[in-house]
């Protein structure tokens, strides 16, 4: 296997392992961090749409895990 496959192999366990997550923000992150694996591998294999699709996601899964932090904290509030 090459590198290039293992980068692209730890990109799919990465996602594949956000399905186990319970809590919505560790979800996103754990997806976001997927993305951005995704990200390198696009680049790796000079796949723009890999890239650009996985930019994409990265944005809104870390976008999307701050508005459920902020929830969160505002319904902990008393």
Do not use: H, K
Not at 42 to 59: D, E, H, R, S, T
């Amino acid at each position: 296997m090459s590198g290039i496959d293992a980068v692209g192999w730890l990109a799919t366990v990465l996602f594949a392992a956000s399905y186990f997550c319970r809590e919505p923000r560790r979800l996103r992150l754990v997806q976001a961090a997927a993305a951005v694996v995704w990200i390198a591998y696009g680049v790796a294999m000079q796949a723009a749409p890999v890239i650009a699709a996985n930019v994409v996601v990265a944005g809104l899964a870390l976008w999307s895990s701050r508005g459920s932090a902020r929830a969160a904290a505002e319904t902990a509030e008393p």
